[in-house]
């Protein structure tokens, strides 16, 4: 009998074990520090567990895409997101908490678009807020 019911114990861990672990914590992201970048959206999802986005970069390194995750589609509609404010091809500017590990990119703090829409939650800057809305606006 102690050996059907820790085979059914065991059964059950490994059955729940790969869905905890499909979902990950934002523990590689620095939340301290915020990132700007701008660029042209390559791909945007809204979708759950995490919105991701990829926009293209021109910078003193030349043409690159950088990568980017987010809150869940509920979260950015609190935070001001609402279906097809950004979209491929628009110019967008995000700034981000960047990745503990140097590399580009990071965890969507918030969006400003061309047309001068935003969403997710005021940096601590937000004099750097206004002027990346300014500046699309202005198509600069």
């Not at 790969?18 to 990132?35: C, E, G, N, R």
């Not at 609402?82 to 918030?110: H, I, L």
Request: proline share 2%; net charge positive.
């Amino acid at each position: 009998m102690n050996t059907i019911k820790t085979t059914v114990a065991a059964l059950a861990l490994f059955g729940v074990a790969p869905l905890a672990m499909a979902h990950h914590s934002a523990i590689q992201f620095d939340f301290t520090k915020q990132v700007a970048y701008t660029g042209t959206v390559k791909e945007f999802k809204a979708i759950n567990p995490h919105m991701t986005m990829t926009i293209e970069v021109k910078d003193a390194k030349g043409v690159h895409e950088v990568q980017f995750e987010g809150h869940s589609t509920n979260n950015m509609y609190r935070s001001g997101y609402r279906k097809g404010m950004m979209n491929v091809g628009e110019t967008v500017t995000v700034n981000c908490a960047p990745q503990k590990d140097g590399k580009e990119g990071g965890y969507v703090v918030s969006v400003a678009t061309a047309n001068g829409g935003f969403f997710g939650m005021k940096s601590r800057n937000l004099a750097q807020d206004a002027a990346a809305t300014k500046s699309l606006a202005e198509g600069k």
